[in-house]
């Protein structure tokens, strides 16, 4: 599948969520990427949302006073509301229908909003009991969702990242990239991490995390760490050059399988048999010169 015959441009950056998507599924890469197609909301991505934004706020207010904020139960629920309810109503934006939400049926929303101020709550306790420090950039900046983006070497495209939060342990004295995951289960490679640790040793070469983990809200700690050090700029640099090319060939075939699960243009892939592949996905039949 040619772009240049479909008039299509590639997108003007990459990240590493992109990167993941093109690897488990071209196609859902292309139609998400590439074209307008429909996205179908996902009540994991509010709920991992308001967790974020909730936990950022007590990161964000502990730099700043130097000290742990004492938040009572009123507070913290008041902000998990407010977090979750912003996020609830952008989804209702894009479908007011929220049966047609990709949803875990054991985890509705009323789940959500008992079991969210809890979440929030063991990140807390975690935070006060590990040794942690929340790094901060030779420019002052405090490391969290802290802006990483940059190019690596060998590679053409500008890499999009942001770091939940970057820490520094200074019983070993050494970094540590962390993300925050509300799934049940951690990544399943090191790939995101050393991308944050590749960038950061190209945007601060003093300052090369040696570990990257992902803190686990329904454990409330961190997964096992990977170490970092073997993922140079230059390594990552490749992988992210060959998902570019690969883009640029406009090589976006279908992968269905299980990762259908979780694809959010399922309903405009051919593969899918979706009822809008006719005007988004070129496998399709019916597929004419994209209206877009």
Same mark, same amino acid.
């Given at each position: 599948?040619?772009?240049?015959? $479909? @008039?299509?441009?590639?997108?003007?950056?990459?990240?590493?969520?992109? &990167?993941?998507?093109?690897?488990?599924?071209?196609?859902?890469?292309?139609?998400?990427?590439?074209? +307008?197609?429909?996205?179908?909301?996902?009540? !994991?991505?509010?709920? @991992?949302? %308001?967790?974020?934004?909730?936990?950022?706020?007590?990161?964000?207010?502990?730099?700043?006073? /130097?000290?742990?904020?004492?938040?009572?139960?009123?507070? $913290?629920?008041?902000?998990?509301?407010?977090?979750? /309810?912003?996020?609830?109503?952008?989804? &209702?934006?894009?479908?007011?229908?929220?049966?047609? !939400? &990709?949803?875990?049926?054991?985890?509705?929303?009323?789940?959500?909003?008992?079991? @969210?101020?809890?979440?929030?709550?063991?990140?807390?306790? !975690?935070?006060?009991?590990?040794?942690?420090?929340?790094?901060?950039? +030779?420019?002052?900046?405090?490391?969290?969702?802290?802006?990483?983006?940059?190019?690596?070497?060998?590679?053409?495209?500008?890499?999009?990242?942001?770091?939940?939060?970057?820490?520094?342990?200074?019983?070993?004295?050494?970094?540590?990239?962390?993300?925050?995951?509300?799934?049940? &289960?951690?990544?399943?490679?090191?790939?995101?991490?050393?991308?944050?640790?590749?960038?950061?040793?190209?945007?601060?070469?003093?300052?090369?995390? %040696?570990?990257?983990?992902?803190?686990?809200?329904?454990?409330?700690?961190?997964?096992?760490? !990977?170490?970092?050090?073997?993922?140079?700029?230059?390594?990552?640099?490749?992988?992210?050059?060959?998902?570019?090319?690969?883009?640029?060939?406009?090589?976006?075939?279908?992968?269905?399988?299980?990762?259908?699960?979780?694809?959010?243009?399922?309903?405009?892939?051919?593969?899918?048999?979706?009822?809008?592949?006719?005007?988004?996905?070129?496998?399709? +039949?019916?597929?004419?010169? +994209?209206?877009?």
């Amino acid at each position: 599948m040619s772009r240049n015959a $479909l @008039g299509l441009q590639p997108p003007d950056h990459i990240s590493h969520s992109s &990167r993941d998507t093109l690897l488990r599924c071209a196609k859902s890469f292309f139609l998400s990427r590439m074209t +307008p197609a429909p996205k179908q909301p996902a009540l !994991w991505l509010a709920t @991992g949302s %308001a967790a974020h934004i909730a936990t950022e706020t007590w990161d964000n207010m502990q730099h700043a006073i /130097g000290a742990d904020p004492d938040w009572d139960e009123k507070q $913290l629920r008041s902000i998990w509301n407010v977090a979750f /309810g912003d996020q609830l109503e952008e989804l &209702r934006a894009k479908d007011p229908n929220e049966f047609h !939400w &990709r949803s875990s049926r054991a985890e509705p929303i009323g789940w959500w909003n008992k079991m @969210g101020p809890q979440m929030v709550q063991a990140y807390i306790d !975690w935070r006060k009991r590990a040794p942690y420090e929340i790094w901060t950039t +030779p420019a002052g900046e405090p490391a969290i969702e802290l802006d990483v983006s940059g190019h690596l070497p060998g590679c053409e495209i500008e890499i999009k990242a942001f770091v939940d939060v970057v820490f520094h342990d200074p019983v070993f004295d050494q970094l540590i990239v962390v993300d925050k995951k509300t799934s049940k &289960r951690p990544p399943s490679s090191a790939d995101q991490m050393a991308t944050y640790g590749a960038l950061m040793a190209v945007k601060w070469p003093e300052a090369v995390p %040696a570990l990257g983990a992902a803190y686990m809200f329904r454990k409330g700690t961190l997964a096992a760490p !990977w170490p970092l050090l073997a993922y140079t700029p230059e390594a990552m640099g490749e992988l992210y050059q060959q998902a570019w090319e690969q883009i640029q060939r406009g090589d976006f075939t279908a992968n269905p399988g299980d990762a259908c699960r979780i694809c959010d243009v399922s309903s405009s892939c051919a593969a899918k048999n979706g009822p809008l592949a006719h005007i988004y996905d070129p496998a399709s +039949p019916g597929y004419e010169h +994209p209206p877009f």
